[in-house]
């Protein structure tokens, strides 16, 4: 299996070149859920259609014990054939060594891109304030996803595994189609 996002396998890039051009990438749910709500709950959790080229997606955690030292975060990508299935990516990071040393590992870099722009996560640890991802544009997403990564047009899940001082805290899923 790929496990560089850019140009090394020559399988994606068949991929590619078969795939014609996207339109763009809809989601159709986020969802966010708290495993431990005297850690970290959600303030709000949605996507919004302004119309029918403006949508985006907006995430605010309260963390209740802060300072928090330590995060790890898996994220892992499904795609949707019968039921979900596991596709090119499942990692782990320890997202305050990342924080420190962003250039170390670009899968994560990719996936981390796709909403850091937006958020007020793009900081060394520790993390003592609410974290907030405002107003991803599914405009921005497409073509993130589109210009980087042959991606077949398919329905996809991306899971989020959240861990906080070395326990499971949140999950957030996002489920969209690339159309
Ligand atoms: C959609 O809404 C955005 C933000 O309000 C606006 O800038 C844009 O022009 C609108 N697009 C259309 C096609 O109405
Ligand atoms: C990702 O890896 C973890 C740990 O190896 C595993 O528990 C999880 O089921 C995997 N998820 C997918 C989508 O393969
Ligand atoms: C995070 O912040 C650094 C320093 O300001 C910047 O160079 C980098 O592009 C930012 N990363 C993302 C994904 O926004």
Same mark, same amino acid.
């Given at each position: 299996?790929?496990? *560089?996002?850019?140009?090394? +396998?020559?399988?994606?890039?068949?991929?590619?070149?078969?795939?014609?051009?996207?339109?763009?990438?809809?989601?159709?749910?986020? =969802? +966010?859920?708290?495993?431990?709500?005297? @850690?970290?709950?959600?303030?709000? +959790?949605?996507? /919004?259609?302004?119309?029918?080229?403006? =949508? @985006?997606?907006?995430?605010?955690?309260?963390?209740?014990?802060?300072?928090?030292?330590?995060?790890? #975060?898996?994220?892992?990508?499904?795609?949707?054939?019968?039921? @979900? /299935?596991?596709?090119?990516? $499942?990692?782990? !990071?320890?997202? +305050?060594?990342?924080?420190? =040393?962003?250039?170390?590992?670009?899968? #994560? *870099?990719?996936?981390?891109?796709?909403?850091?722009?937006?958020?007020?996560?793009?900081?060394?640890?520790?993390? $003592?304030?609410? !974290?907030?991802?405002? =107003?991803?544009?599914?405009? @921005?997403?497409?073509?993130?996803?589109?210009?980087?990564?042959?991606?077949? /047009?398919?329905?996809?899940?991306?899971?989020?595994?959240?861990?906080?001082?070395?326990?499971?805290?949140?999950?957030?899923?996002?489920?969209?189609?690339? *159309?």
């Amino acid at each position: 299996m790929c496990l *560089t996002p850019i140009g090394i +396998c020559s399988f994606f890039l068949i991929f590619l070149m078969i795939q014609n051009a996207y339109s763009g990438f809809e989601s159709t749910n986020v =969802k +966010c859920t708290s495993h431990d709500e005297s @850690y970290a709950t959600f303030e709000y +959790c949605f996507l /919004k259609a302004i119309n029918r080229t403006y =949508k @985006y997606v907006s995430i605010k955690v309260k963390l209740h014990q802060v300072p928090v030292r330590k995060v790890k #975060v898996n994220f892992a990508l499904y795609e949707r054939l019968n039921g @979900y /299935k596991p596709f090119l990516y $499942n990692v782990t !990071v320890d997202a +305050c060594n990342y924080l420190l =040393k962003p250039k170390g590992n670009p899968v #994560v *870099t990719f996936i981390f891109g796709l909403f850091a722009p937006y958020s007020n996560m793009n900081h060394s640890c520790p993390f $003592n304030h609410d !974290v907030t991802v405002e =107003k991803v544009p599914f405009s @921005y997403i497409t073509s993130q996803l589109t210009d980087i990564l042959p991606f077949p /047009k398919s329905s996809y899940a991306f899971f989020s595994e959240w861990y906080g001082d070395g326990k499971r805290r949140a999950t957030v899923e996002v489920y969209g189609t690339l *159309t």
